[in-house]
């Protein structure tokens, strides 16, 4: 069973794009001309969302480097206390909706440091499964479109993120 979902999994890109190959050609379409075309349009894209791209790193770094972090992270542990959320987890709750690798940085510390199967190092794993990059995923998909008022879009996405981490709290008390 291991071995076929093994072969599954190495070959279903290769099928993917060779089906896509050969219904263009059978539907006639020309397919390096299409090809060609795709990539003036990813690129002249590319070009279109490098503002936005510079914007949120530099404010990421600028965050991370002056110490903010560690004044939020003290100034929420006694709510997440409250709640039953591990403090060390607190960090990624606010790297989370901002940038995938320091999520992914915070995420290998928790569980370096408290292991795996530790309930953070659980916690953590689930929410940096079912939360999202809001920040960078609202520049990048803004900025191609040229949107510049979002309206609603970050009050929704942030309290989906709130969602995701009393979920993944919840989710690993329920089951752990």
Known sequence: MVYILNLI?????????????????L??????????DGAKEGFK??????????????????FKRSGAMDIIVNFFTPLAKFLSIPKEVIPLI?????????????VKDIIT???????AGRVASTMMGSAETIFYTMAVYFG?????DGRYTLKVALL???ASVIASVVVCRLIF
Do not use: E, N, Q
């Open 94 to 106: 606010i790297m989370r909706p901002i940038s995938g690798s320091g999520s992914l940085a915070v």
């Open 160 to 162: 989906s993120h709130l």
């Open 45 to 62: 894209t590319s070009i279109r969302i490098m503002p936005y791209l510079i914007a949120i790193f530099v404010a990421i770094g600028i």
């Open 9 to 25: 999994s190495i070959s279903i890109i290769p099928v993917i794009i060779s089906i896509i190959l050969i219904h263009g050609y």
């Open 27 to 36: 539907k006639g379409v020309d397919l390096y001309d299409a090809f060609v």
């Open 144 to 148: 191609a479109v040229g949107i510049k």
């Open 113 to 119: 440091t408290y292991g795996p199967d530790s309930f």
